[in-house]
T-cell receptor, first 114, second 111 residues
Framework: DVKVTQSSRYLVKRTGEKVFLECVQD?????MFWYRQDPGLGLRLIYF???????EKGDIPEGYSVSREKKERFSLILESASTNQTSMYLC?????????????FGEGSRLTVL | TQLLEQSPQFLSIQEGENLTVYCNSS?????LQWYRQEPGEGPVLLVT?????EVKKLKRLTFQFGDARKDSSLHITAAQPGDTGLYLC???????????FGTGTQLKVEL
């Protein structure tokens, strides 16, 4: 069974803390994505990666960075967490780079910044 | 950034009723996907439509891609409590898997 695993389901952090969200996929997919999900706004793309050590900004990259040192792992970093980054974060992966293929999502990481 | 507006945002219906969810944009998409997300889970793909005017059926769910490939609809016949969830459309503008997601429709089907 294909699987995308996010390291933490729930996190509570304080303003200014550095936050790491980890995502691992076991499907040998080239492409990985980080989205944030807020009510009424759907999913918004933060960063994505088509290959190891490669990253591209999505629609809302401000305040975030990412790391992809291995093909199966894509990390989202909040250098200095702020309250407006309280949200649900979803990691996803897909194989194809041409016509959009199926995105496989993790279960999400709900981050609260106090 | 292309925008995908979904309507309605919330829908609460009784078991057995029919419903339609709309996904609209001013942009053209090369393909459009529909996902369903249940509480505590990530979204799961239901269908992908790629041709203008295309209709696909998945049991009681019927998906249609607009002729101009700017909009789509999801129709559910005889809704059941198991259909409860957040429905998301997502369009591919041809940028290679960089999908734009819609605003979402939260559906609740009650007994």
């Amino acid at each position: 069974d294909v699987k995308v695993t996010q390291s933490s389901r729930y996190l509570v952090k304080r303003t200014g803390e550095k936050v790491f969200l980890e995502c691992v996929q076991d499907m040998d997919h080239e492409n990985m994505f980080w989205y944030r999900q807020d009510p009424g706004l759907g999913l918004r793309l933060i960063y994505f990666s088509y290959d190891v050590k490669m990253k591209e900004k999505g629609d809302i990259p401000e305040g975030y960075s990412v790391s992809r040192e291995k093909k199966e792992r894509f990390s989202l970093i909040l250098e200095s967490a702020s309250t407006n980054q309280t949200s649900m974060y979803l990691c996803a992966s897909t194989r194809s780079r041409g016509l959009a293929g199926e995105l496989f999502f993790g279960e999400g990481s709900r981050l609260t910044v106090l | 950034t292309q925008l995908l507006e979904q309507s309605p945002q919330f829908l609460s219906i009784q078991e057995g009723e029919n419903l339609t969810v709309y996904c609209n944009s001013s942009s053209v998409f090369s393909s459009l996907q529909w996902y369903r997300q249940e509480p505590g889970e990530g979204p799961v793909l239901l269908v992908t439509v790629v041709t203008g005017g295309e209709v696909k059926k998945l049991k009681r769910l019927t998906f249609q891609f607009g002729d101009a490939r700017k909009d789509s609809s999801l129709h559910i016949t005889a809704a059941q409590p198991g259909d409860t969830g957040l429905y998301l459309c997502a369009g591919d503008a041809g940028g290679g898997n960089k999908l734009t997601f819609g605003t979402g429709t939260q559906l609740k089907v009650e007994l």
